[in-house]
């Protein structure tokens, strides 16, 4: 079991303010040090929370620079919001810069909103993020693309510069649907999900799923399942729970789409709800989440979770840490996540 930091929520609305990305850094130095397997960067638009993260290849070639072991990689480049050309030629700065560490996750979007910078790609998003790791990774070996230029004709181009790498490490962000997890499998690709909507038997299914396609399709390849689970590890069990109520039911509440129907079922419209049904139901989500669905509390409590998760199959925990918590008491905790990650690689 590999241990990885991992970006995503953080607020983003303080105009000009100092030291936004202090804990992305420091974080990746700690990563860097401590033997952690990688650093995450996700892609999110128009909205403050997660908005400090528009683009990964940039916050990626902000890691290399202060970084020597650690891998960096994109979770996740959303694929259909971008010519595939964009992604190969980012990324291979990225892994020259690195000396050879990048690594992509792709996701197909979910946000309308989002769309705004591509919106002809919405309706066939799914499609095209599958379409796009192969164009990237032909691009990735040298190979040439058919595009249009600016004129109208059709050019055969390459992207440059190239890679270290001779193949990306490539990973497919899914949520819940089975049959993407199926579609990883047969792309001889990563697996990167979370449990926001399904709890560990579910995900135990999908991941054995996973691997049966990707041993039938690859001779036996068994895949490689990324899991992200919020984080924060303390000495008291007590203060992390207050430390982490009021900043992960802020981060529920914006993602009860995903969550609700464990609660409610599909008859229930969320807009439907007032205020009270809404604080009622992420506090019943965040009593959940809070036990198996995160690493919350001490070393020694949160142990059992990372075994649970060895257990269905998951090879690296992508540790979210930025979900609203003080940067500074962040970058405490990080210590007891050391600690965390020499039990875990001494067993």
Known sequence: MDLSLFY??????AAGESGRYELLLEGAKFADRNGFAAVWTPERHFHPFG???PNPAVLG???AAVTERVAIRA????????????????WSVVDNLSGGRAGLAFASGWHA????????????RRQNVLDAIGQVRRLWRGESLEAVDGLGRPVTVQSYPPPVQREVPVWVTSARGIETFRAAGRLKAGLLTHVLGQNLDELAEKIAEYRRVAAAEHDGWPGHVVLMLHTLIGEDSDAVREQVRAPFSEYLKSSMHLIARSFVGDAVDLDDLNEADMDFLVAR????YYREGALFGTVDEVLPMVE????????????LIDFGIPTKEVLAGLEHLGRLNERITAN
């Open 51 to 53: 908005g400090a993260y």
């Open 75 to 90: 979770g996740s480049v959303v694929a259909p919001l971008h010519h595939p050309l964009r992604i190969a030629e980012e």
């Open 285 to 288: 989500a965040f009593d959940r």
């Open 113 to 124: 909103v989002d769309f705004a910078l591509r919106p002809e790609t919405y309706p066939e």
């Open 61 to 63: 070639a902000a890691v």
């Open 308 to 319: 649970q998760a060895r257990a269905i199959g998951v090879d690296e925990i992508g540790c």
């Open 8 to 13: 995503f929520a953080n607020d983003s609305t």
